[in-house]
């Protein structure tokens, strides 16, 4: 089936050890959005790409970096993360930015000891 | 700007009871509009989108949405719900979806 897959699941990391999160999609979706959801909030856009093109949301910190070297991939680079960063992070795509179906992956949940 | 409110942070209902669960956004134009579930621990899944037409949509699951655009309004609605029904509810409006902070849905039996 088509869909979209976060690795890993649960991401463990040292205060201040870059870390990067993975996703994957089948969909061949134009668009690849990155969201931070911390406990009992509402996610939160960090950043996006429509096909090569970089769009990073005005309250983002500089510490959150992203790539994207195919279409099928998009990884989260977290540079020096602290414990604020502690998270689940979702991964989603979408055929465009106009509309369409959002597709979510099931998400890593990062800790930072 | 863009943005959603859900009035409701946690709402318990019996299993068989309807159940609606509020959303009202801020959108300049006409928005589009989702309701997404997530269940502890995982992603989200959409449960239904509005863009335009028919104000009331059917969803996954049993789910459905009316749209008033006079009340700036986009409730979700459900006649019976199951225990498996159990999970968090978010809106979301607009193109690169703005959510509402969720509702935290309880089902006694």
């Known amino acids: 089936d088509a869909m979209v897959i976060q690795n890993p699941r649960y991401q463990v990391t040292q205060f201040g050890k870059p870390v990067t999160l993975s996703c994957s999609q089948t969909?061949?979706?134009?668009?690849m959005y990155w969201y931070q959801q911390k406990s009992s909030q509402a996610p939160k856009l960090l950043f996006h790409y429509y096909d090569k093109d970089f769009n990073n949301e005005a309250d983002t910190p500089d510490n959150f970096q992203s790539r994207r070297p195919n279409t099928s991939f998009c990884f989260l680079d977290i540079r020096s993360p602290g414990l604020g960063d502690a998270a689940m992070y979702l991964c989603a795509t979408s055929r465009d930015r106009v509309g369409g179906g959002y597709t979510f992956g099931s998400g890593t949940r990062l800790t930072v000891v | 700007a863009q943005s959603v409110t859900q009035p409701d942070i946690h709402i318990t209902v019996s299993e068989g009871a309807s159940l609606e669960l509020r959303c009202n956004y801020s959108y300049g134009a006409t928005p589009y509009l989702f309701w997404y579930v997530q269940s502890p621990g995982q992603g989200l899944q959409l449960l239904l989108k509005?863009?335009?037409?028919?104000?009331l949509v059917q969803g996954i699951k049993g789910f459905e949405a009316e749209f008033k655009r006079s009340q700036s309004s986009f409730n979700l609605r459900k006649p019976s719900v199951h225990w498996s029904d159990a999970a968090e509810y978010f809106c979301?409006?607009?193109?690169?979806?703005?959510f509402g902070t969720g509702t935290s849905l309880t089902v006694i039996p």
């Open positions: 969909l061949n979706h134009n668009v």
């Open positions: 979301a409006v607009g193109n690169q979806f703005y």
């Open positions: 509005y863009f335009s037409g028919d104000t």
